[in-house]
């Protein structure tokens, strides 16, 4: 317990484009300056997909690593990201449980500006896989 990995990414307003394209979240916040200036974000923010899809990475790429997947997660937004932010997704190890390869993490995404744009939890299970040619 206790160990931690993180991964960080460029957001950029391509990323909303490929995230409509796969999930068809077409909301005006994400694409009309004149909507989005008159919200409470100000501005153009990307979709909340893309803010946790760093998450996915960090499970997937470095701890538990491949062959995990997320049983369940419980995520609070609690800050806009918008095209142009440098994202850093980071996991730490809560919880291992003895009997099935299933980990609890405390998940993070921060921007570059230090602000939190999601915090909470994931559960994760992890296959063993074979191992991969370099």
């Not at 291992?96 to 998940?107: G, S």
């Amino acid at each position: 317990m206790g160990a931690s990995a993180e991964l960080s990414r460029a957001v950029r307003a391509e990323d909303v484009e490929l995230f409509t394209r796969i999930s068809g979240d077409r909301n005006p916040l994400h694409y009309d300056e004149e909507a989005a200036r008159s919200s409470k974000f100000g501005e153009i923010v990307v979709q909340g997909g893309i803010t946790s899809a760093i998450l996915n990475a960090v499970v997937a790429e470095e701890l538990p690593g491949p062959g995990s997947v997320f049983l369940n997660v419980s995520w609070n937004f609690t800050a806009p990201v918008r095209p142009g932010d440098t994202i850093t997704g980071r996991v730490e190890v809560t919880e291992v449980r003895e009997d099935k390869p299933i980990t609890t993490l405390a998940t993070r995404v921060t921007r570059d500006d230090g602000t939190t744009a999601l915090e909470g939890t994931a559960v994760c299970w992890t296959m063993a896989m074979p191992a991969r040619d370099a």
